[in-house]
């Protein structure tokens, strides 16, 4: 006799020895049944009594019994076991798919609105396999989550279907591992049924055989056929000696579709038969049907045309007796009786939404610490190409620093021919004056050596004239030399009343005479226009004196530009087109606001460089006579560093207007005491 034939003589055997065991608990609870004393003992009792019956009507008899007697006594836990009993028959006996989940609902508001947790979890548990049976995976899972969330935060025993004493966390993990088989995703399954397994879950002292099951189901789906075969074989006498028989259906089932697998055809016949053949194989539909196509598959692979026909035709007539035309309306009404439960399932759900929520909290407060790992572990890789970079940024700063020192002497050399001549012109003046103080010095000694007073008198009168027209022109010097100064140093930023309208002025023909002074056959045009009563305002003289040189610098450099090309070109020596170089400087007060205008009548500015005439490094000059700085920190210092607008207007052939609008700062007066 083979080892399976005993396997499953001993299985008959165990059935019979149960069996018998469990009619002096049968006949117990029918003696309570028939005190009739309605109390919440005798809804137990029925409830129970429905459980161990395996014909549908008196399972359904017992149960509607308990479920009266319930709702009479206003038994409320009684009431919802009654419907989580009904939903299970309408599964397992009926097939009603609209009815039974809508028994679930109804159990499971119950067991919300009681707060009992444990029918909480079963209810749910029970709803994830419906959905499952139907193939809506994603309600399956929302549910089969549900419930072992709250089977694990609550760690209640409960029924488990129809196990007593099984603890609901290692079913809920089996059951969401079940679901991503159906779904193919068998990694996110093995994760789940090794939770399972990990939990140790014992029948009558053995593992569950369950979760053993699902794990050799897997491998046989990633191909690992050997490690199947032994895990499905080792889950047998677990099934066995847990005396959950139709398990060993499910077994057997995965063992004929794993020998389907291999090829060998015998084996598959042998295990589908043993499915097909049982005494109540329409418990396990799905294993049944997949049973008996293996048998249709390995006949036609082995060539045996009648047999073929004969288990294709049953295969047919058993599918098509499951899923009827009545069943497939059935699960098209499914989402019109889930939408008329909904509002119910968000009020069991309320319940247990705070702990959900702690849940994801932590679970998210767990990938963020791996995350802060992962982050300082790159940390500490990269301090090294962090130091670099930083060395890097500093040389680059040093380097920016020491382009805009070379603009600022850049432009002061540039000015330097202009410094010499406007300096020139006081010179002269202190040495004409000290020439005359000096006749004039021998004069007077004569005159007093004559006694002449009044000759003496006039002659000091003119000393002293000519000692303040000296006086002003070395100051005049002074001034000028204390300007350039501060256009070679760094600004101080210290904000303080200045003379503007002296400011453009000075520096207009400082640019003037230092251009001249380049290219004495340059001549240009000077106007201005000062707005007098601007008077002194506030402004960092350095900064906004590079600002007005480098625009009147850019000014006379467009005109010189366009006059050497109206000369080449011959334009210049036409009257009626002599081309006139004009550059004008202009400010103006408004009233929250003064403006610093420079004119040009060059060539203007084409349409395409006007959006880059401010970016650092551009320009338009040739090689060596522009860094393209200018433009560049002028716009810096006029909007960072005193909050105003730097604008440039001009029309290609006819000129260009940059102005400069600042602010007007009023200083603060001290109060009088």
Not at 153 to 161: I, L
Not at 179 to 190: G, V
Not at 240 to 265: A, C, P, R, V, W
Request: glycine share 6%.
């Amino acid at each position: 006799m083979t080892k399976s034939k005993i396997t499953i003589l001993l299985c008959l055997f165990i059935i019979t020895t149960i069996a018998a065991q469990n009619q002096p608990i049968v006949d117990s609870l029918k003696t309570i049944i028939n005190l009739q004393k309605q109390d919440t003992i005798q809804v137990n009792a029925l409830v129970y009594l429905s459980r161990q019956q395996t014909q549908v009507d008196s399972a359904f008899k017992y149960v509607h019994q308990g479920l009266l007697l319930a709702q009479k006594i206003n038994y409320r836990k009684g009431e919802a076991d009654c419907f989580l009993q009904i939903g299970g028959i309408n599964r397992f006996f009926l097939n009603d798919y609209s009815t039974g989940i809508q028994n679930l609902f109804d159990a499971l508001k119950i067991y919300g609105d009681i707060n009992y947790t444990t029918g909480v979890a079963e209810a749910h548990l029970n709803l994830q396999g419906w959905y499952r049976y139907i193939g809506d995976y994603k309600n399956a899972l929302m549910h089969a989550f549900a419930g072992q969330q709250t089977a694990e935060s609550n760690n209640v025993v409960g029924r488990a279907f129809t196990f007593e004493g099984h603890r609901l966390n290692p079913l809920a993990l089996a059951e969401i591992a079940e679901t991503y088989i159906q779904m193919n995703q068998l990694d996110s399954a093995e994760f789940y049924i090794q939770k399972s397994i990990n939990q140790n879950e014992l029948f009558n002292g053995s593992k569950w055989n369950f979760p053993i099951y699902m794990l050799g189901t897997i491998q046989n789906l990633k191909g690992d056929y050997k490690l199947a075969l032994a895990t499905f074989r080792s889950a047998i006498p677990l099934a066995i000696q847990n005396e959950t028989f139709h398990d060993t259906l499910q077994i057997y089932s995965g063992m004929s579709t794993l020998f389907k697998n291999t090829k060998e055809l015998d084996s598959v016949i042998y295990y589908a038969k043993m499915v097909n053949e049982s005494s109540d194989p329409g418990r396990e539909t799905h294993y049944w049907l997949n049973s008996i196509n293996n048998i249709a598959q390995a006949y036609k692979l082995k060539g045996n045309i009648d047999s073929t026909l004969k288990y294709t035709e049953y295969f047919h007539h058993v599918k098509d007796s499951i899923f009827s035309r009545d069943k497939d309306r059935a699960v098209q009404n499914i989402g019109f009786n889930e939408k008329l439960k909904q509002q119910e399932l968000i009020s069991a759900q309320n319940k247990f939404k705070s702990r959900l929520q702690l849940y994801v909290f932590i679970a998210g407060l767990l990938v963020l610490l791996l995350i802060i790992g992962i982050l300082w572990h790159n940390t500490l890789e990269k301090q090294k190409a962090k130091s670099k970079i930083e060395k890097a940024y500093s040389e680059l700063k040093n380097t920016q620093s020491q382009l805009i020192q070379s603009e600022k002497m850049a432009s002061l050399g540039e000015l330097t021919a202009g410094i010499a001549h406007e300096i020139q012109n006081p010179l002269n003046f202190v040495n004409n004056f000290s020439e005359v103080n000096s006749e004039l010095i021998d004069e007077l000694g004569e005159e007093v050596d004559k006694g002449n007073l009044d000759e003496v008198k006039i002659i000091a009168k003119d000393i002293r004239e000519n000692e303040q027209k000296i006086n002003f022109h070395g100051k005049r010097a002074d001034a000028i030399v204390k300007g350039m100064l501060q256009h070679s140093h760094s600004s101080s930023g210290v904000k303080e009343p200045t003379d503007i309208n002296a400011l453009a002025d000075e520096y207009l023909r400082l640019a003037y005479h230092g251009l001249r002074a380049k290219d004495n056959s340059f001549n240009a045009t000077m106007k201005t226009d000062f707005d007098k009563t601007i008077g002194k305002i506030n402004i960092i003289p350095q900064d906004i004196g590079r600002v007005v040189l480098n625009l009147i610098t850019n000014a006379f450099y467009a005109v010189n530009e366009k006059a050497t090309s109206a000369e080449a070109s011959g334009d210049a020596r036409a009257e009626d087109t002599k081309y006139e170089p004009t550059v004008t400087v202009s400010t103006k007060k408004e009233s929250d606001k003064f403006i610093v205008s420079v004119e040009d009548n060059g060539n203007g500015i084409p349409d395409s460089v006007k959006k880059k005439i401010f970016q650092p490094f551009f320009t338009t000059k040739p090689t060596g006579q522009g860094t393209g700085l200018g433009l560049s920190m002028s716009h810096d210092i006029v909007t960072k560093g005193h909050g105003g607008v730097l604008k440039v207007a001009s029309k290609e052939g006819e000129g260009t207007t940059f102005t400069v609008a600042l602010p007007i700062i009023k200083e603060n007066k001290k109060p009088k005491k």
